[in-house]
């Protein structure tokens, strides 16, 4: 048995696991009006071999009534690469799934046609990555697992997208670090050169001013 003198260190561990296992699955489900002619793009960062699944859809107001030809818009989804990974053109709803192959932004754009007179539509988007993309009711009808060994799949998969979220974020620190010290080495050549310009442009002027003074026979 252990015994600890001072819980907060356990208790600030805890709060960074719980803060993890809530963090890494992102799901972003949102509502927003698009106007005619315009344009707007929804990023999100995923890493590589994440798999990520969107759904879209122009809200009906008027249940009972169809969408007028007006409300379509064009959706597509790009990595940081300029890869494209979907593309719907002029359509009232549609969805997508991919795995991602390479890490990075990947960015969701909607584009509303131009209309005369101009409208204004509102599109329901939901995105998904993760953990949170995995269709559990399917695992769960073709596996025949009851409640407590879906939720023990959930759980180890939650666990092993922290594990993968650590391995990422120790990557890009050892990026950023392996940055400031190119930087802080380029940065000291740098100090080192401009400080031998300013010793040797005193050293100059210095020069300069004793013949001038020689010359005119001053010292």
Same mark, same amino acid.
């Given at each position: ?13 805890? /709060?960074?696991?719980?803060?993890? /296992? ?11 009006? /698009? ?33 007028? %030809? ?53 599109? %329901? ?29 959930? /759980? ?7 594990? %993968? ?55």
């Amino acid at each position: 048995m252990m015994i600890c003198s001072n819980p907060k260190p356990l208790l600030h561990l805890s /709060l960074l696991l719980l803060s993890l /296992l809530f963090s890494s699955p992102t799901i972003e489900s949102l509502r927003f009006d /698009l106007q005619s002619s315009h344009t707007k793009c929804i990023s999100e960062e995923i890493k590589s071999n994440s798999m990520t699944v969107g759904k879209y859809s122009v809200v009906n107001h008027n249940d009972g009534y169809p969408l007028p %030809d007006s409300h379509r818009v064009t959706v597509r989804v790009t990595s940081s690469y300029g890869n494209n990974y979907h593309y719907g053109e002029k359509v009232q709803q549609g969805g997508f799934a991919f795995v991602a192959v390479e890490a990075g932004d990947y960015m969701t754009c909607f584009w509303a046609a131009d209309a005369n007179p101009s409208t204004t539509m509102t599109v %329901d988007f939901e995105w998904k990555t993760g953990v949170a993309a995995k269709d559990w009711s399917n695992v769960a009808k073709k596996g025949q697992v009851d409640v407590m060994e879906l939720e023990l799949k959930k /759980l180890y998969e939650t666990v092993s997208s922290i594990h %993968d979220e650590m391995f990422y974020l120790r990557e890009r620190e050892e990026e950023m670090q392996e940055l400031n010290r190119t930087t802080n080495t380029k940065m000291f050549w740098l100090s080192l050169l401009s400080l031998i310009v300013c010793l040797s442009v005193a050293g100059l002027q210095l020069w300069h001013l004793k013949s001038f003074f020689e010359k005119k026979k001053l010292i």
